[in-house]
């Protein structure tokens, strides 16, 4: 195979919610990771990897590494001279991009219309395929913010539009109001999910997946490395706990707490299981994410290409979780 040709291999692909669009079941994020610690050549091997395992799906942000995840991901898409069309790029507006005059983030008409026009430029594309609302914007009408995204589509910026950690009321808003004008409404969430953060997916999402057949892009899958089991013996030299101190002070301090201990416990726990399976924690973690039936994609994120191979092998273990298996996590997670 040509670096340049897509291969599917044996990826899964889902539709993203009640759409025609087909993401691959495990996709790649460039939090932190692209653009920031990760630098040019190797934000391209590690993409590269990806894609040559069949994943189709990117996913970025404008506030990633302000702006430079867009910038790094657009010119690594172009330097490994891939096609447009076979890849599904997502990026999401609200937190801008540094700038502190007050119409640089949030929910406006004005920043998402000038926030998704800056992010193309960054990127060097002519269209994402999704644009999502990176966070509510509670002062903003909602009908406001429904047209804006419309508004978007409407002028081939992007081909669908979705949310990012919002509430299912909010996101029932947003279908209300798009239902009512005729409008597309948001396609799908962008939300944390993983197995030590299961709600709002499996609880709170629900009468949305029913009612609407809402889709789900999912973050943090290992719980930003925790379901590694890295952690275990302290903070590795030059993790992304070790090199973001700062942003993860609450998390790293939490780790001392009995619940936090309780947390790693867990890690251990299904450790022996994924042992058994013949996978490291971190795989079987990712193939327990991806059996929900409501997750469309599993956002994965890697500081190293190592990372994202082993983590895409995590396909190779979804048919292993069977009932039984899957008992057994339940039984570890719920102690
Ligand atoms: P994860 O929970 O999977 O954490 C990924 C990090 O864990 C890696 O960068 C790496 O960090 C470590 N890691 C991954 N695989 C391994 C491995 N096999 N062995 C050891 N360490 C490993 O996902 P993210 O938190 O990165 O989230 C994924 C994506 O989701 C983001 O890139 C972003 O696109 C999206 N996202 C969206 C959000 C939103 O608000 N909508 C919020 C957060 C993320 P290291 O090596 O540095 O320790």
Not at 156 to 164: A, D, I, L, P
Request: aromatic fraction near 8%.
């Amino acid at each position: 195979m040509s670096q340049h040709e897509y291969d599917p291999k044996n990826m899964r692909f889902r539709r993203l919610g009640p759409s025609g669009l087909r993401v691959s079941l495990f996709s790649l994020g460039g939090w932190l990771t692209i653009g920031g610690s990760v630098q040019d050549e190797a934000t391209k091997e590690i993409m590269k990897a990806a894609y040559e395992r069949g994943v189709n799906t990117f996913d970025t942000a404008e506030v990633y590494a302000n702006g430079q995840c867009e910038v790094s991901m657009g010119k690594a898409i172009k330097e490994l001279g891939w096609q447009r069309e076979p890849l599904v790029l997502i990026t999401k507006i609200f937190y801008g991009t540094g700038a502190k005059d007050p119409n640089a983030t949030g929910l406006s008409r004005k920043h998402i219309i000038e926030g998704a026009n800056a992010s193309l430029k960054r990127a060097g594309l002519e269209y994402w395929d999704i644009i999502l609302a990176h966070s509510p914007d509670v002062t903003v009408p909602m009908v406001e913010v429904v047209k804006a995204f419309n508004q978007l589509i409407q002028q081939g910026k992007c081909f669908y539009w979705g949310t990012s950690a919002w509430s299912a009321e909010q996101i029932s808003e947003a279908y209300g109001i798009a239902e009512k004008l005729g409008l597309d409404p948001p396609l799908a969430d962008q939300s944390q999910y993983s197995a030590l953060h299961r709600e709002p997916v499996e609880k709170d999402y629900l009468p949305l997946y029913q009612k609407h057949g809402m889709g789900l892009t999912i973050w943090s899958p290992l719980a930003w490395g925790l379901l590694t089991g890295k952690y275990a013996d302290g903070i590795p030299k030059g993790s992304r706990f070790d090199v973001n101190k700062d942003s993860f002070g609450g998390v790293i301090n939490s780790l001392k707490t009995a619940e936090g201990q309780a947390k790693l416990e867990k890690v251990r726990k299904l450790s022996e299981i994924a042992k058994e399976l013949g996978c490291s924690v971190a795989v079987l973690a990712i193939a327990w994410a991806a059996k929900n039936e409501h997750v469309s994609t599993v956002i994965l994120g890697a500081s190293k290409p190592e990372q994202i191979i082993e983590n895409l092998t995590a396909l190779d273990y979804i048919d292993k979780l069977t009932p039984d298996v899957l008992d057994r996590i339940e039984a570890v997670l719920a102690n």
